[in-house]
């Protein structure tokens, strides 16, 4: 049982580059997310997905987009890569059920755009 | 807009010692507040939570706070250990599909 998995764990892009990161999760979670995080600003959602298939977008989603074509993966993708998009990438997954909010949080990908 | 405002950014707390992490939110929607912790190089994982209906919960070392008429809510974590030190977050989440605003990150650390 490896909880939410995340690859790559740290990518050098050149701007305007693309690349695409890849969340897996064991826990036959419905709900995910993707989130990146920033000195001094916490954790801001990107994107997230309430089942496969869905997608919606979250506070920061300008650069990004996302697709859940199964329910266990949730795929980041960066089409044209901005220095301001250097930052620490977390994706997330949680149960639908009312009462088990828990967000389970992978390891994290180090993204740095030069 | 920040909708969840957390502090301090950073707290340095001697072995044994109280420490004490405030959050306060505008959003009166908002109806679960999960603390998370993160060690370096790890990702966040939840500490603990609580509901609007009550006051203060309690688990091991940590609780939390609870004030919604002042929308305030904050962690204390009693007799605070080396093991301890890593940044904090507090959340909040309201209706469905259990989306968190994150405040922006306490770090703690922990002297021996």
């Known amino acids: 049982n490896a909880g939410v998995t995340q690859t790559p764990k740290f990518r050098v892009l050149k701007t305007g580059q693309s690349m695409t990161l890849l969340c897996a999760q064991d826990?036959?979670?419905?709900?995910m997310y993707w989130y990146r995080q920033d000195p001094g600003m916490g954790l801001r959602l990107i994107h997230y997905?309430?089942?496969?298939?869905?997608?919606a977008k979250g506070e920061v989603p300008d650069g990004y987009n996302v697709s859940r074509l199964k329910k266990q993966n949730f795929l980041l993708g960066l089409e044209s890569a901005a220095p301001s998009q250097t930052s620490v990438y977390f994706c997330a997954s949680s149960s639908l059920s009312r009462g088990v909010e828990t967000q389970y949080f992978g390891p994290g990908t180090r993204l740095l755009v030069l | 807009q920040q909708q969840v405002k957390q502090s301090p950014q950073s707290l340095i707390v001697q072995k044994g010692g109280i420490s004490i992490i405030n959050c306060a939110y505008e959003n009166t929607a908002f109806d679960y507040f999960p603390w998370y912790q993160q060690f370096p190089g790890k990702g966040p994982a939840l500490l603990i939570a609580i509901r609007p209906d009550v006051s203060e919960k309690k688990e091991g070392r940590f609780t939390i706070s609870f004030n919604k008429s002042a929308k305030q809510f904050s962690l204390h974590i009693m007799d605070s250990q080396p093991g301890d030190s890593a940044t904090y977050f507090c959340?909040?989440?309201?209706?469905?599909?259990?989306?968190?605003?994150f405040g922006a990150g306490t770090r703690l650390a922990v002297h021996p």
């Open positions: 997905s309430v089942g496969e298939g869905t997608t």
């Open positions: 826990m036959n979670h419905e709900y």
């Open positions: 959340a909040a989440s309201s209706g469905g599909y259990n989306k968190l605003i």
